[in-house]
């Protein structure tokens, strides 16, 4: 990974500003690998202060165009831009304002909770002094300051995901980008994490993208991008998704859009 400059402090925005720019615009985007489009012309954004839901089947696209934001693929048709960044133009300035929890877990177990936070700190060139603040101060937010000194391997599922969290706002991003984060957690465990990730939403100002399939995890509130092979068929407020297709509910609208059953 390259090491990214410091992201500015949180920028606060009111998510129900319609005039405000997005944190995150995705414009146009389309990708293949080879003859088969995985991504078609899909456009959306992500304003500040607002929980997003990046909704869809597995083989939807969602994990390739989390890949096409955070450059891991390059993007070759369509346009990214966080806080007005350029991807393909100004990528160290885009990238620098991204926290990211990908699907797979990151963390290395052998090293401690803190060593993993220390080692993300240096990646993305902050002091020592402030890595240690700031490993403190999101350890103690996430209730596991306690445990700080103790390897990975020794943590729940739930508790792991949580650290990768704070492993990812270490470096203050603007945006976070969470792809499939409560894959092998139970009911509970996943009710933890995206309780959490709501309340960095309302007390930070932070944009989160969270990529999943099942319905349980979009709330009234939220905002929602429907994903369906590869193209957008609906994004809004989860309200507005269930008014523009006449659905009681969101699982009912996700049927209406795709033609298929909903998510889980």
């Not at 995985?38 to 990046?54: K, M, N, Y």
């Not at 096409?68 to 048709?77: A, E, F, H």
Request: with cysteine; net charge neutral.
């Amino acid at each position: 990974m390259a090491c990214f400059e410091t992201a500015p402090p949180d920028r606060r925005a009111d998510p129900d500003d319609a005039a405000a720019d997005p944190v995150l615009a995705v414009e146009g985007l389309s990708h293949r690998f080879g003859t088969r489009a995985v991504l078609d012309d899909v456009s959306f954004g992500v304003p500040a202060g607002r929980f997003t839901a990046l909704l869809g089947l597995n083989g939807a696209g969602k994990t390739t165009l989390f890949s096409l934001i955070t450059r891991i693929y390059n993007t070759r048709r369509g346009n990214i831009r966080v806080f007005g960044f350029d991807m393909r133009r100004h990528p160290a300035q885009a990238l620098a304002r991204i926290g990211v929890v990908f699907q797979q877990p990151t963390l290395d177990p052998d090293l401690t909770v803190l060593q993993n936070l220390r080692y993300h700190g240096g990646l993305h060139g902050l002091a020592s002094a402030d890595i240690e603040a700031r490993a403190g101060e999101e350890l103690a937010r996430i209730g596991l300051a306690e445990r700080a000194d103790e390897r990975v391997r020794t943590l729940s599922g739930g508790q792991r995901r949580r650290v990768e969290i704070a492993r990812a706002l270490l470096h203050r991003p603007s945006l976070l980008l969470l792809d499939e984060p409560t894959v092998g957690l139970d009911i509970e465990l996943r009710r933890q994490v995206l309780d959490h990730v709501h309340a960095l939403c309302r007390e930070r100002g932070l944009a989160v993208l969270w990529a999943t399939h099942l319905i349980d995890e979009v709330l009234d509130g939220d905002g929602v991008v429907v994903l369906h092979l590869g193209r957008v068929l609906a994004a809004g407020l989860v309200e507005e998704v269930r008014a523009a297709t006449g659905s009681a509910a969101l699982g009912q609208a996700f049927a209406r859009l795709t033609g298929r059953g909903g998510p889980e």
